[in-house]
């Protein structure tokens, strides 16, 4: 009944979506009357016109523009991410300068494409429109959200971002020859990482290092349940599909990954998908992973399934001020932790693949319904944004309260600060993600340095150090995924009831009596080909044999 609900739901936001575009191909590049007499009545010389014919708003707009900025909701305890001590500093530092009000818009970081259909369906969407991952963005700009923008109006307004930026924007932001995304940095680097209970590993006579394949990591996990420890952890998959990179043969085919690599849908029918189902399948039945694994529909719910001590595996972003490991502590003391490592993504005979970022964090787009002085506003933000000392500010908070600075300039974190400057928990990366997906310095060794410290909660240096090594030895068995550059029209088309139906039929596979999985995973096949996957698929052949994709 849930999922009858869900799907009425979807096709009602997409008909109104539908009713709302067809309006947008009538306002997209035309200004409101509004607009045009807020643009034109004063004569200021901070509304004056240049050669370029962009007019000039250094010195603030000469009426009150509002832009609204999504940001990430993860539920942090006691954050209020749309009022804070940093989204007033941005009011303070940015708005009252140039005479904007900044609004920011929570998104839910676990149930964000939601969050935007529904904004956008009652046209309350805020002014820029992200997503991680490309395919979403292009569902985006097919459903006519999103609106065309000009460079060089972004590099009259953001010098310095489109300095930072160009190429990546001149290389990626191009759809169906239009001019539609732009993008943050993303520097080499993850502070993705999997914790696991070192102090259950060595109970059980073990040791990490012993991890080498998949088929080790169930060898401990059955001892840790005959031990009567615990049981790896687990989460349902749905809305980022990247669960059977470790099962695929290496190495691997440009053009089955163009086929079969896609984010935002499942490639349920291909080997590598049969033998990840088939692994998780065995887990179950073994009584080894968290049995209720397909109720853990968000991170915090993973989280405290691992704090309470009844997992032993919980993967992370880990932070300076991640919490994750003091609340662990607080209810099991003798506690000690480790980095599960990568070779435990794959089976023996295979390599421990995993997906390469592409070269840019977010990927963004201007909603279709913001009118050129507020995309005006939003260059204008990001360019205050891309400032080094506004991006330090932003990711360090106050020097001598946050943080102090040591002889080479690292900012070294106060962990107790509890003040109205605190950062959020994963160090406000929510507000300067729109600028770069990770904090730099100029020096590579320091550099490194920082990440240990800005990645490494306290008295847990050691983790990070060792991730960063086991990122670097990792990155032979890292490929991004294609880009298109046409849109795959049956991705939108049917993504949402594939995804659905998705976690309707690997959950049933996983969870019944391994005697029944080759009967079960056949059938299963059949009905997610014919619940149009196979449509998608054979649009997508006919693309990569045009070469449209990168």
Known sequence: ??????????????????????????????????????ETSQPAATASTEESGYK?????????VTIEIPVYERAFEGWNVADNYYTRWIQK?????????????????????????????????????????????????????????EWEEVAKYAPTYWTNMSSTIEQY?????????????????????????????????????????????????????????????????????????????WPIDKEYRALNSDLSIADFTTVATERYLRNLNYQFNAGIIDKEFYLRDDDNKVKSEFVAG?????????????????????NNPTA?????????????????????????????????????????????????????DHLFFLQNGVEGENYTLDAEGIAVKNADFAGESVLAMNNNKDYWALVTEGALYPDPAVNTKAKIRNWSPEGYEGLIEEHLKNYDAAAQYRTPDALFTEVVTTVSEYKADLNELFQELYIKIVTSPEAQFDS????????????????????KKAIIEKGSFK
């Open 93 to 149: 530092e940015f708005g009252d300068k140039y005479n904007v009000t900044v609004k920011y818009i929570p998104i839910a970081r676990g149930n964000e494409v939601q969050d935007f259909q529904q904004l956008l369906a009652a046209r309350k969407a805020p002014d820029i429109i992200f997503h991680y991952d490309m395919p979403q963005q292009i569902a985006y700009y097919s459903e006519d959200v999103l609106q065309p923008i």
């Open 520 to 539: 079960l995973y056949e059938a299963a096949k059949k009905t997610y080909l014919d619940a149009g996957f196979q449509k998608i698929l054979d649009e």
């Open 310 to 330: 009844r997992t032993g595996t919980y993967g992370t972003y880990l932070t300076s001020n991640s919490d994750v490991i003091a609340a662990t502590l607080a």
């Open 336 to 388: 000690e932790f480790a980095l599960l490592p990568y070779e435990v993504g794959a089976p023996e005979g295979l390599v421990p693949q995993q997906r390469a970022y592409w070269p840019f964090g977010f990927i963004m787009g201007i909603n279709y319904q913001t009118p050129e002085i507020e995309r005006i506003a939003v260059w204008m933000f990001l360019e205050w944004m891309s400032q080094p």
């Open 173 to 249: 932001g191009t759809i169906n020859n239009e001019k539609i995304f732009f993008f943050a940095s993303r520097p080499d680097a993850d502070n993705f990482l999997t914790l696991i209970r070192k102090d259950w590993v060595e109970q059980v006579g073990m040791k990490v290092d012993d991890l080498t394949s998949l088929e080790k990591f169930n060898e401990m996990l059955v001892k840790w349940k005959d031990a009567g420890l615990g049981v790896a952890g687990g989460n349902l998959v749905r809305n980022n599909f990247t669960y059977n990179y470790g099962f695929r043969d």
């Open 56 to 64: 000039d708003y250094s010195n603030g707009f000469p009426e009150k």
């Open 1 to 38: 009944m849930r999922n009858k609900k869900f799907t009425i739901l979807f096709l009602a936001v997409i008909m109104l979506l539908s009713l709302l575009s067809a309006c947008s191909k009538n306002n997209n590049n035309t200004p409101s009357a509004n607009t045009d007499k807020k």
